[in-house]
């Protein structure tokens, strides 16, 4: 009998200075269902997982970077790992509205153990995401 693996989704919440811009943002930019929500507080399903973007103006933004394969990746970031078709229609969607990448879309570690397509944005209140995607997932992890 074959198995499967469910994983279960995390949960992540994080500040933004606006909950109206958040709600643009994730979304209408990037599609995500709103769930619950309050005046200082909104669900997303991002990806089949629950991000809060909750009021909290005084602790947005990302502060510090650190070197990765060549660029200062967001120290404080999130994100999700799409299938490569999905990346890159991602990718062409966000270049399309004009979105300000902190990373442009690229391959990172070309044609090492976990080369990987990603790129960052930030949302509006300054908080980093990356989305990123392997041409086999199974390189995820891969040392």
Same mark, same amino acid.
Request: glycine content about 8%; charged content about 20%; hydrophobic content about 45%.
């Given at each position: 009998?074959?198995?499967?693996?469910?994983?279960?989704?995390?949960?992540?919440?994080?500040?933004?200075?606006?909950?109206?811009?958040?709600?643009?943002?994730?979304?209408?930019?990037?599609?995500?269902?709103?769930?619950?929500?309050?005046?200082?507080?909104?669900?997303?399903?991002?990806?089949?997982?629950?991000? /809060?973007?909750?009021? =909290?103006?005084?602790?947005?933004?990302?502060? &510090?970077?650190? @070197? !990765?394969?060549?660029?200062?990746?967001?120290?404080?970031?999130?994100?999700?790992?799409?299938?490569?078709?999905?990346?890159?229609?991602?990718?062409?969607?966000?270049?399309?509205?004009?979105?300000?990448?902190?990373?442009?879309?690229?391959?990172?570690?070309?044609?090492? /153990?976990?080369?990987? =397509?990603?790129?960052?944005?930030?949302?509006? &209140?300054?908080? @980093? !995401?990356?989305?990123?995607?392997?041409?086999?997932?199974?390189?995820?992890?891969?040392?």
């Amino acid at each position: 009998m074959p198995t499967t693996t469910t994983i279960p989704p995390f949960h992540l919440a994080f500040p933004v200075h606006d909950i109206a811009q958040a709600r643009r943002f994730y979304g209408d930019l990037l599609g995500c269902p709103e769930g619950r929500s309050a005046p200082d507080w909104v669900d997303f399903n991002f990806y089949g997982h629950q991000i /809060v973007a909750h009021l =909290a103006p005084d602790e947005v933004g990302h502060r &510090s970077t650190s @070197a !990765v394969d060549g660029h200062n990746v967001p120290v404080r970031h999130f994100g999700a790992v799409l299938p490569m078709e999905q990346w890159q229609a991602l990718a062409d969607k966000l270049a399309a509205a004009g979105t300000q990448f902190v990373i442009e879309p690229h391959i990172r570690f070309k044609g090492e /153990v976990g080369e990987q =397509a990603t790129m960052f944005f930030l949302d509006p &209140s300054g908080n @980093a !995401v990356e989305f990123k995607a392997f041409a086999n997932l199974d390189a995820l992890f891969a040392k």
